[in-house]
């Protein structure tokens, strides 16, 4: 249990990583705009494997990963980015599918007044 722990704070510390150097605000939005527009469900591990292996092979993060050292030498490693990015697309996903639902939810309360006042 205590791994588990660990694991989670870790992962939490390099998404912060991400976000500070704004790869992971990006990966964020995309998956945001996946879960909105009703992109299939699987697009979120195709999107935490290619933002994964793509900041670990295109980017160089050396520059903000001073910040936490124990998240830095684990963000070395190709697969914790995986992920990494898997987490933070599956929350982006989550998060645009809650608004879409929300906003729609708003569109058809805002519209039935309007109907019945035509009605009549």
Do not use: C, N
């Not at 933002?51 to 697969?79: H, I, N, P, Y």
Request: proline fraction near 2%.
């Amino acid at each position: 249990m205590m791994k588990l722990i660990r694991l989670g704070g870790l992962v939490s510390q390099a998404i912060f990583l991400q976000f500070v150097h704004l790869v992971g605000l990006g990966a964020f939005l995309v998956s945001f705009a996946a879960g909105y527009f009703r992109a299939p469900s699987w697009s979120v591990i195709i999107l935490g494997i290619v933002f994964g292996v793509g900041v670990d092979k295109f980017v160089d993060v050396t520059d903000v990963t001073g910040l936490l050292d124990r998240a830095q030498k684990a963000s070395e490693r190709g697969g914790f980015l995986i992920i990494v990015y898997f987490v933070i697309a599956l929350v982006g996903y989550i998060v645009g599918a809650y608004a879409r639902y929300h906003h729609e939810k708003f569109k058809a309360k805002a519209a039935a007044p309007a109907q019945s006042i035509s009605k009549k």
